[in-house]
C-alpha cells in the first residue's frame, strides 16, 4: 500500500502527567518518538506518501517527522473525531486509491501493520486490525466481535468481549461514503452505555458492516500498545525491547566504541559511535546503546536496554530488564531504575526508581519510589476522576516534564507528579501532585534545655 494516514491531533488528556506540555504521539518508545517510529515502519513496509493529520502541541510532531520526505502535514482545527480526521489525510493523498490508517498514539510493527495492509484485496472493503484483550477489562475498549477473518460487530465497552479494536484500518476508496456519513457519536454501545459526541472511525466500520461491506478482521501477532495512560508509556518501551531481543543475528560495535576486558557481558552488544563499556561493568541480556554513551565502573544492567546519545551509567548503579533512558541522562552512584527516562533525566546518588519520568526530571539524593505495597496488591489509579487498577506498572510512580524532587523523598505506590512541580526534601507523596505544584514539609521544633546537669553533673 502506498498511501497512509497517521492521526495525531488528540489533546492526550488521559496520558497525564506526561500530556500536560507534549503531544502523546511524540512520547518516546525505546527513545523514538512515537509517531516518528510509526511513520519509520510505514515507509519500511512501502509505503511513499504519508499524511499526519494534527492539532494539539502540533509542532512537536512536525519537529518529530518533518525531515522525512514523504510526509505532509494536515491541521486538524476543530477536533471532532478520528472519522473527520481520516477524511483530512485521505484528501491530502488520494481519494481514489487504498489507504492505511493508524492512530498515532499506537505502537505496533511492521509485520502487522504489513497483514493489515496486505488483507485488503478486490474482495474485502476494509481490513481493521483486532487484539486479545489478555487482563484487561473489556469494558475499556472498543470490543471486537468477528466469525474467523471476517468483523461482524464493533460495540462500545461491552463487558463480554475478548478482543479490541487497535486503530489500525485499511481502507479501500469503497468505503469512503461510509466515513463520510459517520453520525457523530458512536451509536453501538450497550444499553446504559454513555459515549462522548465524537466522530470515532470505529462507528463508520460499523456502519460498512451493517451495509454489507466486506470487513476481514487481521490478529495482532506482535507487541501492540496504544499510549494512552502513563503506563503504557513503560510498557510499550518493555515489550517493544523484548520483541528487539528475539530478533536474530549478533552485535554490531560501531566505530570507536570499546568493550573493557574487564567487563562481564552476556548478551548481545548494539553500540553506535564511540560508545565505552568500561571495568567491572556487567550486562545481562541485550541493550542498544547509542552514540556517545558509556557504561562504567561496576554498572549492572539486565537486558534488554536502550540508552539514547551521550547518556552516563556508572558508579555501581543498577538498571532492570525492560527499561530504556534518553539523550544525556545520567544514572550514576548506586541508583536503581526500571522504567523510562526521557531526555536529560539525573538519578545522580542513591535513589530507588521505578516508573515514568519526563524531560529534564532532578531525582533527589535517597529519593524512593515505594514499588510494593503492605498488603501487595495493585494501585488504584485516577484517571481523568475515573478509578480503575492498571494491568502494568500499577506500583509505579510517574513524574511529568520538568519536575524534581528533593533528598529522601518517598513517593508512595501509584504516585503521579504533574510537569513543572517539585516534591520537597523529607515529603512522603501518598496522593497524585497536580502540574505546578510544590511540596514541602512543615516541621514543628520542640526546643529545651540540654547538658551534663541532666546527667547529675
Same mark, same amino acid.
Given at each position: +500500500?502506498?498511501?497512509?494516514?497517521?492521526?495525531?491531533?488528540?489533546?492526550?488528556?488521559?496520558?497525564?502527567?506526561? #500530556?500536560?506540555?507534549?503531544?502523546?504521539?511524540?512520547? /518516546?518508545? !525505546?527513545? $523514538?518518538?512515537?509517531?516518528?517510529?510509526?511513520? *519509520? *515502519?510505514?515507509?519500511?513496509?512501502?509505503?511513499?506518501?504519508?499524511? @499526519?493529520?494534527?492539532?494539539?502541541?502540533?509542532?512537536?510532531?512536525?519537529?518529530?517527522?518533518? &525531515?522525512?520526505?514523504?510526509? $505532509?502535514?494536515?491541521?486538524?482545527?476543530?477536533?471532532?473525531?478520528?472519522?473527520?480526521?481520516?477524511?483530512?489525510?485521505?484528501?491530502?493523498?488520494?481519494?481514489?486509491?487504498? =489507504? *492505511?490508517?493508524?492512530?498515532?498514539?499506537?505502537?505496533?510493527?511492521?509485520?502487522?501493520?504489513?497483514?493489515?495492509?496486505?488483507?485488503?484485496?478486490?474482495?474485502?472493503?476494509?481490513?481493521?486490525?483486532?487484539?486479545?484483550?489478555?487482563?484487561?477489562?473489556?469494558?475499556?475498549?472498543?470490543?471486537?466481535?468477528?466469525?474467523?477473518?471476517?468483523?461482524?460487530?464493533?460495540?462500545?465497552?461491552?463487558?463480554?468481549?475478548?478482543?479490541?479494536?487497535?486503530?489500525?484500518?485499511?481502507?479501500? /476508496?469503497?468505503?469512503?461514503?461510509?466515513?463520510?456519513?459517520?453520525?457523530?457519536?458512536?451509536?453501538?454501545?450497550?444499553?446504559?452505555? +454513555?459515549?462522548?459526541?465524537?466522530?470515532?472511525?470505529?462507528?463508520?466500520?460499523? *456502519?460498512?458492516?451493517?451495509?454489507?461491506?466486506?470487513?476481514?478482521?487481521?490478529?495482532?501477532?506482535?507487541?501492540?500498545?496504544?499510549?494512552?495512560? /502513563?503506563?503504557?508509556?513503560?510498557?510499550?518501551?518493555?515489550?517493544?525491547?523484548?520483541?528487539?531481543?528475539?530478533?536474530?543475528?549478533?552485535?554490531?560495535?560501531?566505530?570507536?566504541?570499546?568493550?573493557?576486558?574487564?567487563?562481564?557481558?552476556?548478551?548481545?552488544?548494539?553500540?553506535?559511535?564511540?560508545?565505552?563499556?568500561?571495568?567491572?561493568? $556487567?550486562?545481562?541480556?541485550?541493550?542498544?546503546?547509542?552514540?556517545?554513551?558509556?557504561?562504567?565502573? #561496576?554498572?549492572?544492567?539486565?537486558?534488554?536496554?536502550?540508552?539514547?546519545?551521550?547518556?552516563?551509567?556508572?558508579?555501581?548503579?543498577?538498571?532492570?530488564?525492560?527499561?530504556?533512558?534518553?539523550?544525556?541522562?545520567?544514572?550514576?552512584?548506586?541508583?536503581?531504575?526500571?522504567?523510562?527516562?526521557?531526555?536529560?533525566?539525573?538519578?545522580?546518588?542513591?535513589?530507588?526508581?521505578?516508573?515514568?519520568?519526563?524531560?529534564?526530571?532532578?531525582?533527589?539524593?535517597?529519593? @524512593?519510589?515505594?514499588?510494593?505495597?503492605?498488603?501487595?496488591?495493585?494501585?488504584?489509579?485516577?484517571?481523568?476522576?475515573?478509578?480503575?487498577?492498571?494491568?502494568? #506498572?500499577?506500583?509505579?510512580?510517574?513524574?511529568? &516534564?520538568?519536575?524534581?524532587?528533593?533528598?529522601?523523598?518517598?513517593?508512595?505506590?501509584? !504516585?503521579?507528579? #504533574?510537569?513543572?512541580?517539585? =516534591?520537597?526534601?523529607?515529603?512522603?507523596?501518598?496522593? &497524585?501532585?497536580?502540574?505546578?505544584?510544590?511540596?514541602?514539609?512543615?516541621?514543628?521544633?520542640?526546643?529545651?534545655?540540654?547538658?551534663?546537669?541532666?546527667?547529675?553533673?
Amino acid at each position: +500500500m502506498k498511501q497512509a494516514v497517521i492521526l495525531a491531533a488528540g489533546s492526550g488528556r488521559r496520558v497525564w502527567p506526561f #500530556g500536560d506540555i507534549r503531544q502523546k504521539c511524540t512520547i /518516546p518508545v !525505546c527513545n $523514538v518518538p512515537a509517531v516518528r517510529r510509526t511513520a *519509520l *515502519l510505514l515507509r519500511e513496509i512501502g509505503a511513499t506518501r504519508i499524511a @499526519v493529520v494534527v492539532g494539539v502541541h502540533a509542532p512537536q510532531v512536525r519537529a518529530a517527522i518533518g &525531515d522525512l520526505c514523504e510526509v $505532509v502535514f494536515v491541521e486538524q482545527s476543530h477536533r471532532e473525531g478520528t472519522a473527520p480526521a481520516t477524511l483530512l489525510g485521505w484528501d491530502a493523498l488520494s481519494t481514489d486509491e487504498p =489507504v *492505511l490508517v493508524v492512530y498515532g498514539d499506537t505502537v505496533t510493527m511492521s509485520e502487522d501493520l504489513r497483514r493489515t495492509a496486505q488483507a485488503l484485496s478486490d474482495d474485502v472493503d476494509v481490513a481493521a486490525m483486532v487484539a486479545p484483550l489478555g487482563d484487561e477489562p473489556p469494558n475499556e475498549w472498543l470490543v471486537a466481535y468477528r466469525d474467523g477473518e471476517t468483523l461482524t460487530g464493533i460495540v462500545g465497552h461491552d463487558r463480554s468481549g475478548r478482543e479490541r479494536m487497535c486503530g489500525i484500518y485499511a481502507l479501500s /476508496p469503497r468505503v469512503r461514503n461510509q466515513v463520510e456519513r459517520n453520525p457523530g457519536i458512536f451509536r453501538s454501545v450497550p444499553v446504559g452505555g +454513555m459515549p462522548p459526541v465524537e466522530s470515532e472511525l470505529a462507528q463508520s466500520v460499523q *456502519l460498512m458492516i451493517d451495509e454489507g461491506a466486506c470487513v476481514r478482521a487481521v490478529v495482532a501477532e506482535g507487541p501492540l500498545v496504544d499510549i494512552d495512560k /502513563p503506563w503504557h508509556v513503560h510498557e510499550a518501551t518493555c515489550r517493544v525491547l523484548h520483541h528487539n531481543a528475539s530478533a536474530p543475528g549478533g552485535s554490531r560495535i560501531g566505530e570507536g566504541s570499546s568493550v573493557s576486558d574487564g567487563a562481564e557481558v552476556c548478551g548481545r552488544l548494539f553500540l553506535g559511535r564511540d560508545c565505552r563499556i568500561g571495568n567491572r561493568v $556487567v550486562i545481562r541480556g541485550d541493550v542498544w546503546l547509542e552514540d556517545g554513551t558509556s557504561v562504567e565502573n #561496576g554498572a549492572i544492567i539486565d537486558g534488554p536496554f536502550a540508552a539514547g546519545r551521550n547518556a552516563r551509567i556508572r558508579d555501581y548503579c543498577t538498571i532492570g530488564a525492560g527499561s530504556a533512558i534518553g539523550d544525556e541522562c545520567i544514572v550514576a552512584h548506586g541508583a536503581e531504575l526500571w522504567g523510562v527516562l526521557f531526555d536529560r533525566v539525573y538519578l545522580y546518588h542513591y535513589c530507588e526508581m521505578a516508573g515514568v519520568y519526563g524531560s529534564a526530571v532532578d531525582i533527589g539524593a535517597a529519593t @524512593v519510589c515505594g514499588t510494593l505495597r503492605f498488603d501487595d496488591r495493585d494501585q488504584m489509579h485516577k484517571v481523568l476522576g475515573r478509578s480503575e487498577v492498571p494491568t502494568f #506498572g500499577a506500583n509505579s510512580s510517574y513524574m511529568g &516534564d520538568y519536575s524534581r524532587t528533593g533528598v529522601n523523598a518517598i513517593l508512595l505506590p501509584g !504516585c503521579k507528579v #504533574g510537569s513543572y512541580s517539585c =516534591v520537597g526534601p523529607g515529603v512522603i507523596a501518598y496522593e &497524585d501532585i497536580p502540574s505546578h505544584t510544590v511540596v514541602t514539609v512543615k516541621q514543628e521544633l520542640i526546643t529545651k534545655p540540654w547538658g551534663p546537669e541532666k546527667y547529675g553533673w
